[in-house]
C-alpha cells in the first residue's frame, strides 16, 4: 500500500522559506522509473503543478516558480523535500505530493499525500 | 488562468448523466500528450479517477469514463450519484512550459 505524508510548518512570515518534507512508503525512489511530484492548492482555487524529482535525481521545475523552488531527496529515508524561498502571501495553500506514474511526460499523479496547509502571514 | 479550460460547474439529477470538457491547444492536449483526471471530494486530497484518457484504476466505477480529441477532452459520469459531488480536475503535459498542468476545475452539482 503506497502512502505519502507532507510535513512542515503551518505558519510563516513573508521573505521567509518554506522547507516541506514527504515521508512515504510503499514504494522506492531508488527504484527505475519512480518519480515524486510537489503541487500546491491556494483555498478555493485550482491545483498547481510545482516540482518533481525522479529515481535517478533528474529535476524539473515549474517555469514560473523555478528560482524559488528546490526539490531533493533522501532515499535512505524515503523522503523528497521541497524548499521555496521568498515566501509571500500568495503562496499560501495546501502542499501536497504525490507519487507519479506513467512514463516520461505521460505521466500521472496516482497516489496523494493528505496535504498541509501552509499559511503566509506577517 | 490556467492552461487547461474547464467550466467553473456542471450540475445534474440523480441518475442522469453529465460531461466535463477540458479545452487545451497544441502544445499540450493537441500535440498528443495525455489527459488525466482527478476526483476532490470536499476537505479531501484529490483523488486519481481516470489515467491514459480512459484508463480507470481499480476501484472507480464503469459510471466515470474519459475520451479525447483533438486539443481537447471530456469526461463523463453516468448514472449520477449524490456522492459524486465534488470538484473535477483534468490534467497532461505542457511542452511550452515543459511542465504538468491542471485545469481551472469544475465543480459537480448533483440536484
Known amino acids: 500500500q503506497v502512502t505519502l505524508r507532507e510535513s512542515g510548518p503551518a505558519l510563516l512570515k513573508p521573505t521567509q522559506t518554506l522547507t516541506l518534507t514527504c515521508t512515504f512508503s510503499g514504494f522506492s525512489l531508488t527504484t527505475s522509473g519512480m518519480c515524486v511530484s510537489w503541487i500546491r492548492q491556494p483555498p478555493g482555487k485550482a491545483l498547481e503543478w510545482l516540482a518533481r524529482i525522479d529515481w535517478d535525481d533528474d529535476k524539473y521545475y515549474s517555469t514560473s516558480l523555478k528560482t524559488r523552488l528546490t526539490i531533493s531527496k533522501d532515499t535512505s529515508k524515503n523522503q523528497v523535500v521541497l524548499t521555496m524561498t521568498n515566501m509571500d502571501p500568495v503562496d499560501t495553500g495546501t502542499y501536497y505530493c504525490?507519487?507519479?506514474?506513467?512514463?516520461?511526460?505521460?505521466?500521472?499523479?496516482?497516489?496523494w499525500g493528505q496535504g498541509t496547509l501552509v499559511t503566509v502571514s506577517s | 488562468q490556467s492552461v487547461l479550460t474547464q467550466p467553473p460547474s456542471v450540475s445534474g439529477a440523480p441518475g442522469q448523466r453529465v460531461t466535463i470538457p477540458c479545452t487545451g491547444s497544441?502544445?499540450?492536449?493537441?500535440?498528443?500528450?495525455?489527459v488525466h483526471w482527478y476526483q476532490q471530494l470536499p476537505g479531501t486530497a484529490p483523488k486519481l479517477l481516470i489515467f491514459?484518457?480512459?484508463n480507470r484504476p481499480s476501484g472507480v466505477p464503469d459510471r466515470f469514463s474519459g475520451s479525447k480529441s483533438g486539443t481537447s477532452a471530456s469526461l463523463a459520469i453516468t448514472g449520477l450519484q449524490a456522492e459524486d459531488e465534488a470538484d473535477y480536475y483534468c490534467q497532461s503535459y505542457d511542452s511550452t512550459l515543459s511542465g504538468w498542468v491542471f485545469g481551472g476545475g469544475t465543480k459537480l452539482t448533483v440536484l
Open positions: 491514459g484518457v480512459r
Open positions: 504525490a507519487r507519479m506514474s506513467g512514463s516520461g511526460w505521460f505521466t500521472w499523479f496516482d497516489s
Open positions: 497544441s502544445s499540450n492536449i493537441g500535440a498528443g500528450y495525455d
